[in-house]
């Protein structure tokens, strides 16, 4: 890669090609795969009441995040969905709850109709792609990185996506902003050196709870490096219409 705009042309073809591969797996794999990704990051990031977590609809197969927002929602925490406002400029987040308002946003993915507008200090952001730096391959918009540049302070940023789309590198420019963690169906992993670690539970808490006190977050309330109970998450599948590829009905 020499250039911007040989790096642009691969990055399209590449997000292309992961996302017709992600298009591939099955709900048998899907499922598991879900699964293992909620319990890491249940397990492995001090979410405590009062905090707001941002997080996306699932498009085009992408990791489901509902179930652990669920369970964080249950310990006390505000969920949060992005907002398009407009060309180039940055999302906004607005408050969710299972039977908010919804209305279709930018490629019909449903998004909160007129509820407050939060400011998360934690988000679960899908990617595409991603490689051993941290950084993420998007859907070429560069919304996620202006929205991570444009807060008074910055966010924890937690990517989620799937072993299948690992890459040795995205080419990264300079308005690239790198996940503060990467998690997969195979572990939590922190990027040092060049090189995507894994991480246990505890280490990964820990971690997140440094960023998050050096930050000055949350914004609101206190922040324990202990998330309450450790058990498996249940399943939620009945609760969420469309989780096995059929269209759910925006607000569902």
């Known amino acids: 890669m020499r250039g911007c705009n040989d790096i642009r042309a691969w990055r399209k ?8 591969r992600r298009a591939t797996i099955g709900q048998e794999q899907r499922g598991p795969w879900n699964e293992r990704v909620t319990e890491l990051l249940w397990r492995g990031f001090p979410i405590t009441a009062g905090m707001v977590v941002g997080f996306c609809w699932p ?7 509902r179930f652990v927002i669920r369970r964080w929602r249950e310990q006390g925490a505000t969920a949060a969905l992005p907002e398009v ?7 906004q987040f607005r408050k969710w709850w299972p039977g908010a308002p919804m209305t279709p946003g930018v490629y019909d993915i449903p ?48 990517g989620v996506s799937f072993e299948m789309l690992r890459l040795p590198t995205i080419y990264p ?5 790198p996940m503060d963690f990467v ?9 040092e050196g060049g090189k995507l670690i894994p991480l246990a539970a505890e280490q990964s808490r820990s971690r997140a709870a440094r960023i998050l006190q050096s930050r000055r977050l949350p914004r609101s309330g206190a922040l324990s490096a202990e998330t309450p109970g450790l058990s498996s998450p249940p399943c939620y599948a009945g609760e969420f219409p469309g989780y096995w590829g059929e269209d759910p009905k925006p607000g569902e």
């Open 13 to 20: 073809t590449q997000r292309a090609e992961l996302v017709a």
């Open 111 to 158: 998004v909160p109709a007129g509820t407050d507008i939060l400011i998360p200090d934690i988000a679960i952001v899908p990617m595409n792609g991603f490689d051993e730096g941290g950084y993420r391959l998007g859907y070429g918009g560069g919304y996620f990185d202006r929205t991570l540049a444009a807060f008074d302070r910055r966010i924890l940023a937690v």
């Open 183 to 191: 998690v997969t169906e195979a572990a939590v992993h922190a990027s």
């Open 173 to 177: 420019q300079v308005h690239d902003v």
């Open 85 to 91: 406002v407009a060309k180039g400029e940055p999302l």
């Open 59 to 65: 498009f085009k197969g992408e990791f489901d995040a």
